[in-house]
């Protein structure tokens, strides 16, 4: 135990752990708007994967990591516009939907993938981008400043998204919509145009986070995200559907996935032993939220469909 | 729903015929972009979906087939009735199930002796114990520490696919495997085999379990007590508690019964499969078959009704088995089955509400199906409220009045 | 049943087949599958005047995608190049693992009049015992695994990974400059366990200095985690990497951005690096499968176990050209191959 508590180790465990958060915490600051505004999206995995593919097929024939970007941004805003259809027009049941959002990305992309690339075929990713000055700060600069585009990306989206949400007149008609439709409804606020825009941003976001992924393996492969979206939607819940709440539980999650990594490389745990300490991460997302025991009300629409007969 | 005297000349069958067009409509539309999806591929939908019908429905083997793939969706779709219905989202099925094989095959690795007239019905409650405990533990998180359950039961998944994987590395694994090591257990002891069913087909008592599963779960929610109680928990959480009711047992026996019919699913998967071993080779889902996400899918297309999630368990059950068929018959990448699965699923679910609209316009005056209403029957639900609204609130806190202000 | 009509006509052939074709593992005369018209013993007996011989029909049921670079891949490739000499027809579903639906994939290739039924996963070893006995007429093939459970219609089939992992490791011992190692796995069973502990010790026997971290991920397909745990390989020293299954995309990116020499399994995987691979234990799967179409073309529909190994050219070391491998390093893999193969080399079995 005493190898993983050396500076170097410690500090690219760190590292390691907010480059593992960053698809978590991309998506679940999507699927946070979305639910703020009484939006659950379970499919979030399959529009992940959708991202994910895309950015890497078209930074594959183009080599182009930034046009790559762009693509999935755009499929983002068709699987946005795809569910706003399905659940403002359609009304169809969130949850559902939802698992068949997440069964549609997980074939399509891997149906794609097997008759356009088969082989998995690397791309070049998005190098790392060293901030100036700080990037030197020892020990501090590894951890947080040597990261690529979408890291800085992510975090930086923390506080805009709590600005958004909190301190426009947009995110005031979010927070309306997501908690007393009927109300906002009265004072004129279009409850469906608000929930479409806040799709539009879920599904580019979740397919923003695709894209990071994809670009920082550097490959694409059947079910890439292995379950990164659904764990991102329960950090929803545990981030208190507030934005900085969504950053700390993607930390946690990665920060334990990393150390965890780094005992089984350092040999601190072995063998079976090790399956379970790949527990941790979730074990432990759900005692800290029980340490932690604030009873924070969901949005009041969560999944209740607006509609003006009703 | 109103009353009507005017005009009784006609359809008691408006209902029904809706019910059922709506939905078939939908998967006609679904099964028609996947021939588009096909056509890209080079393949020929029309072979495809012959081989896929066949090999769903053609014959007493591949309804045997279909039957036995069902009778797992079947189990966990009961339990989302009770779960859903109670107010509470389980999506923790996969985990359920995977604790439910796992105490299921511990009973038969401790017992192996004990006639199969015992030891069956001891695996199958040994997977509802496992199962109903793995149910309850997030149910008593969101009930008495105000967890909520979509976060507990998501980890729980996580948690016990990994369980699992360690159990199969070493306690558990077949011994006599000898220098290649795999994550399976041995050929658990013949006498918890479910004993096949007479017709010389490959079907099993497992189907049997399953229908009886989903016949109890109905008596449970809409003949019992217990099943008004959580019923009315499930409406309306505040009021219940205000009429003293115990809603937050209430939370937790949902979430354990929910859990239970899981587990059991689990002990069919494995004492009922061609191998008769726990396996995790390659991961959880080669012997889960997903069935605790599919199993959502189809209690939702029966309305979360279980008695109508029998015919959807079959009818999703036969797309998964039929898939395999096509696959084989046009080589496509299995993938495809997957994604179509997916469309289905989409369309199905989008059509509801159309369905419960146009059974509506079709019973308003004027338009000639009138009926007379009887009371509304409890056992139909009712699809003004979205299903799962009503299980966004935490129990215990009373809704917001106002906005929040950003306390980030 | 193709079988049976094959059977009738082969008659006098039979008994020759038998006696020439030598179980398995040990017969050093077979010729690498790349040869040219695969003139084996039994199908050189065949006589012309065969009805215009029908194709034979193979059907392949794999856990994963058939181009996965990785296990299921190396099955495909190996049937692909026994067609290069046989006229053979191939079906494939790949993607199957769920141990149930590969079950109803096999079935579906047995009832479809297939001569050879390959299930290609240790996990389908439950259900082909049953669906074995229900079709006597067909040859089914089942690997990783060295039972056939009794069945006189089931050929086991399995690798002896550990012998090109311990070449590797040879060569990896002498790579490293910092004298750590690091290996990324998915679960410790199989194939991938087998490959990891030749690997390490060949490393270990090379040079006892050398530090080998290995990482079991517990994951078959986790790409992020692989790519993380092959970041922190790094972050501790390791400046040689290698790893198995189909998740080690991940570590081979992280290789191929570290300018980090990797060593590959199962397929060549140049292409995931075409500058650090050093080079790859390819399974040369059609070693066996010749033997047994050979076999059942005679009449014997299984009932046997077969290896690939150096010793019968069923593994192979690919070098990657481009890497500009050390002629000494290259010289003592050779040195190590030959020793495994004649014997004078053990590779220990793990644990």
């Known amino acids: 135990m005493g190898d993983f508590f050396t500076v170097s180790v410690l500090v690219a465990t760190l590292a390691s752990g907010i480059r593992l958060a960053t698809p978590f915490l991309l998506a679940g600051l999507g699927e946070t708007i979305g639910q703020r505004s009484g939006v659950l999206n379970l499919g979030v995995e399959g529009v992940m994967l959708l991202g994910a593919f895309t950015a890497y097929y078209v930074t594959l024939e183009t080599d182009s990591p930034t046009l790559g970007i762009l693509a999935a941004i755009m499929v983002g805003l068709m699987m946005g516009l ?18 068949g959002i997440y069964l549609f990305g997980l074939g399509f992309t891997d149906l794609l993938f097997q008759k356009n690339v088969g082989t998995p075929i690397p791309i070049s990713g998005l190098g790392d981008i060293h901030i100036p000055l700080l990037s030197d700060i020892p020990k501090i600069g590894e951890i947080f400043f040597q990261h690529s585009l979408p890291v800085y990306v992510a975090f930086a989206l923390v506080p805009v998204v709590w600005f958004m949400i909190n301190k426009t007149t947009f995110g005031l008609n979010i927070r309306a919509v997501g908690e007393t439709p009927e109300a906002a409804d009265t004072l004129g606020v279009s409850v469906n145009g608000t929930r479409l825009i806040t799709i539009l941003i879920a599904n580019t976001m979740a397919c923003l986070a695709g894209a990071a992924l994809a670009l920082e393996v550097g490959i694409f492969q059947q079910n890439l995200t292995a379950g990164q979206g659904f764990i991102a939607i329960a950090l929803v819940y545990f981030g208190a559907w507030r934005s900085y709440g969504v950053m700390l539980g993607a930390l946690l999650f990665g920060i334990v996935q990393a150390t965890v990594l780094q005992w089984k490389t350092l040999g601190i745990v072995e063998g079976a032993t090790a399956s379970l300490t790949a ?27 607006f509609d003006r007969s009703g | 729903m109103r009353a009507d005297v005017g005009s009784i000349r006609s359809s008691a069958l408006v209902r029904p015929f809706v019910a059922l067009a709506v939905p078939l409509a939908a998967v006609a539309v679904a099964f028609t972009i996947g021939a588009i999806m096909l056509l890209a591929l080079g393949a020929n939908p029309i072979t495809g979906y012959a081989a896929l019908l066949d090999g769903a429905f053609g014959g007493w083997n591949e309804l045997a087939d279909t039957a036995i793939k069902s009778a797992p969706l079947l189990l966990v779709g009961v339990g989302i009735c009770i779960a859903f219905r109670a107010g509470v989202i389980n999506i923790g099925g996969e985990g359920q199930i995977i604790v439910g094989a796992i105490f299921s095959t511990v009973v038969a690795l401790a017992l192996p002796e004990l006639p199969r007239v015992f030891l069956v019905p001891l695996v199958l409650i040994g997977g509802a114990i496992g199962g109903g405990i793995w149910g309850a533990i997030p149910g008593a998180l969101k009930a008495y520490a105000g967890v909520n359950e979509i976060l507990s039961t998501i980890m729980m998944n996580i948690i016990a696919a990994q369980f699992l994987s360690f159990l199969l590395q070493d306690l558990l694994t077949d011994k006599a495997s000898g220098a290649i090591k795999i994550q399976q257990t041995e050929r658990l002891s013949e006498n918890a085999d479910l004993p096949l069913l007479p017709g010389d087909t490959r079907l099993h008592l497992g189907v049997v379990i399953a229908v009886l599963v989903a016949v109890l779960g109905y008596v449970l929610l809409f003949r019992s007590a217990l099943g008004v109680r959580l019923r009315a928990v499930g409406h309306n959480a505040n009021a219940s508690r205000y009429a003293g009711m115990p809603v937050k047992r209430s939370i937790v026996q949902a979430l354990a019964f929910s859990g239970a019919c899981a587990g059991i699913a689990g002990a069919v998967l494995v004492f009922g499969s061609e ?103 409890p056992t139909v639900p009712r699809t003004e409220d979205s299903l799962l609204a009503s299980t966004a609130r935490p129990p215990g806190s009373s809704a917001p009045s106002a906005p929040h202000e950003g306390d980030a | ?36 018209p695969a003139e084996t013993e039994a199908a050189a007996d065949e006589p012309a005047a065969e009805p215009a011989a029908e194709p034979m029909k193979i059907g392949i049921v794999a856990p994963s995608a058939e181009n996965d670079l990785a296990w299921s891949q190396s099955m495909f490739d190996s049937v692909n190049r026994v067609g290069e000499g046989r006229d053979i027809e191939v079906a494939i579903s790949g993607g199957l693992f769920v141990v149930e639906d590969a079950a109803a994939a096999l079935r579906g290739y047995a009832e479809d009049g297939f001569d050879l039924v390959i299930a290609h996963g240790t996990q389908f070893g439950g259900p082909l015992q049953e669906i074995a006995d229900d079709f006597p007429e067909v040859a089914f093939a089942l690997g990783t695994s060295t039972d056939f459970f009794g069945k006189d219609n089931i050929f086991a089939y399995s690798v002896d990974a550990g012998q ?84 080690v995309v991940g570590a081979t990116g992280v290789a191929a951005e570290e300018g980090i020499p ?73 040195a190590t191959v030959a020793g495994i193969s004649e014997g004078t080399i053990e590779v220990p079995a793990g644990e």
């Open chain 1, 279 to 305: 527990m941790a991460p979730a074990l432990l997302t759900i005692v800290v939220l029980v340490i932690v025991s604030r009873r924070v009300a969901a949005p009041s629409a969560l999944t209740r469909p």
């Open chain 3, 1 to 36: 049943m193709k079988a049976s009509k094959t059977r009738a006509i082969a008659s006098a052939a039979a008994a020759f087949a038998l006696v020439t074709s030598a179980c398995g593992s040990d017969d050093a005369a077979d010729e690498p599958a790349a040869e040219p």
């Open chain 3, 164 to 247: 090109g992992g311990y070449v590797n490791g040879v060569m990896a011992a002498q790579l490293t400059a910092s004298n750590v190692i690091g290996v990324v796995g998915p679960v410790p069973a199989g194939d991938a366990k087998l490959y990891i502990d030749g690997f390490v010790a060949g490393a270990e026997a090379q040079n006892p200095d050398a530090e080998v971290n290995v990482n079991y991920i517990d994951s078959f397909g986790d790409v992020q985690l692989a790519s993380e745990a092959a970041k922190a390989h790094v972050a501790n020293g390791a400046d040689v990497l290698t790893g198995t299954a189909q998740m």
């Open chain 2, 275 to 377: 191998s008769h071993r726990l396996i995790a080779e390659g991961g959880a889902s080669g012997f889960t078959q997903s069935a605790g996400f599919n199993g959502i899918v189809a209690a939702l297309f029966g309305s979360l009704h279980p008695l109508a999630t029998i015919p959807a368990s079959f009818f999703f059950g036969g797309m998964l088995t039929g898939g395999i068929a096509l696959q084989q018959e046009l080589q496509v990448p299995a993938a495809l089955i997957v994604a179509l699965n997916g469309i289905v699923v989409l369309f199905v679910v989008s059509s509801l509400k159309l369905r419960s609209r146009l059974t509506a316009w079709a019973e308003s005056p004027g338009t000639g199906f009138t009926q007379v209403e009887t009371d509304h029957d």
């Open chain 1, 82 to 99: 795809v569910y706003a259809f399905i659940t403002l027009v359609m009304q169809a049941e969130q949850g559902i939907s939802g698992i």
């Open chain 3, 262 to 334: 990797w060593f590959g399994t199962q397929s060549n995987q140049t292409d995931l690096g075409a500058d650090i691979v050093v080079s790859s234990q390819v399974y040369h799967w059609e070693i066996v499968l010749e033997q047994m179409l050979d076999k059942i073309t005679a009449g014997t529909l299984g009932g046997e176990a077969f290896v690939i190994s150096f010793e019968n050219m069923g593994l192979e070391m690919e070098y990657n050209d481009g890497f500009g491998l050390d002629a000494s390093v290259r010289a003592s893999a050779d």
